[in-house]
């Protein structure tokens, strides 16, 4: 059982290491939409899915051998049971790390999103001006313009 808990702390030390580059990825992020760098963004947003992907095998993997960890010792959590060696308590440090840092993500994320929609509204705006801009310049040309006259050469 105790290689179980090496192998578990090392999932969870990799996926600690994931969403501290996601962190900083999210951090960028921010910047790139505050100057509304599209391509930056783009790139961005696609680091962070590769990430994610990452993430992904890591839980695919430490999600089942967490579930059979418990069930042998008949335990809801790791965080209900004695620190009685050194590995547990790593395993429950990491993964206390691991919740931290998701929230600052989650935190950052919120940031963004908030800003993004900042964004939008201020493009939705500047358009709503531009197409009332563009009415009235319709009707301005309707009445103000010169009639056009046909001018027939003399045969």
């Known amino acids: 059982m105790i290689s179980d808990v090496k ?20 951090n960028e992020l921010n910047k790139a939409i505050n ?21 992904d095998k890591i839980d695919k993997e430490f999600i089942p051998m967490y579930n059979l960890y ?3 010792n008949r335990i809801d959590s790791i965080f209900n049971t004695p ?6 308590s ?12 998701l929230e600052r993500i989650k935190d950052v994320e919120d940031k963004n999103i908030e800003d993004i929609n ?3 509204k201020n493009l939705e705006d500047k358009l709503s001006d531009l197409s009332k801009g563009k009415k009235g310049y319709i ?7 010169p009639g056009s006259y046909f001018v027939d050469k003399k045969r």
């Open 118 to 120: 900042s964004a939008f």
């Open 70 to 72: 418990k069930k042998v």
């Open 139 to 145: 009707e301005y040309l309707k009445y103000y313009t």
């Open 83 to 88: 620190n009685n060696n050194a590995e547990k």
């Open 7 to 26: 192998k578990l702390i090392e999932l969870a030390e990799d996926k600690l290491k994931y969403l501290n580059d996601m962190l900083l990825l999210n």
């Open 90 to 101: 790593v395993l429950k440090g990491i993964l206390i790390e691991i919740r931290s840092t």
């Open 35 to 55: 100057s509304q760098n599209l391509d930056d963004i783009k790139s961005i947003l696609g680091r962070k899915q590769d990430i994610i992907n990452n993430i």
